[in-house]
């Protein structure tokens, strides 16, 4: 059996996909095998293991990431939780109901409750990020 790299870098826009993915999920820039005729755009980590040491980590949406299939989400998340990648709400009405949420865990409260309720409504959420590896899980 093939032996698949981590991940696939998008060469358009810098995101990691799963190797599986045809095409990149956040761009959408397809991912080329390596054939006779073609040469491969698939980057792996050891290969980019000497390019920036200290990067800022990928950036995605929970609405974004909420549409996303079970691998992807599945890899989406091993990032999230190793502190790669972090959740940056963009304002949708998607993201301001899954910030609601986290606000009530955050305060241990009911996500109905009305406080809550008008502090997620009342806050400007666009662009808030949330590193979910802070929280050691």
């Known amino acids: 059996m093939e032996e698949l790299p981590e991940y696939q870098i998008c060469s358009k826009c810098g995101k990691r996909s799963t190797p599986y993915m045809d095409r990149c999920w956040n761009c959408g820039q397809p991912f080329y095998v390596e054939t006779s005729s073609e040469v491969a755009h698939i980057h792996t980590e050891t290969e980019k293991a000497g390019e920036n040491k200290e990067h800022e980590p990928e ?64 806050t400007d959420i666009k662009g808030i990020i949330l590193d979910i590896s802070e929280f050691g899980l």
């Open 59 to 122: 950036k995605i949406s929970p609405c974004t990431l909420e549409k996303m299939g079970f691998t992807d989400k599945m890899f989406a998340y091993s990032l999230l939780f190793r502190g790669e990648m972090v959740l940056e709400f963009c304002g949708c009405e998607r993201c301001r109901d899954i910030f609601r949420e986290t606000l009530a865990f955050f305060r241990e409260a009911d996500p109905d409750n009305e406080d809550i309720m008008n502090e997620a409504k009342n």
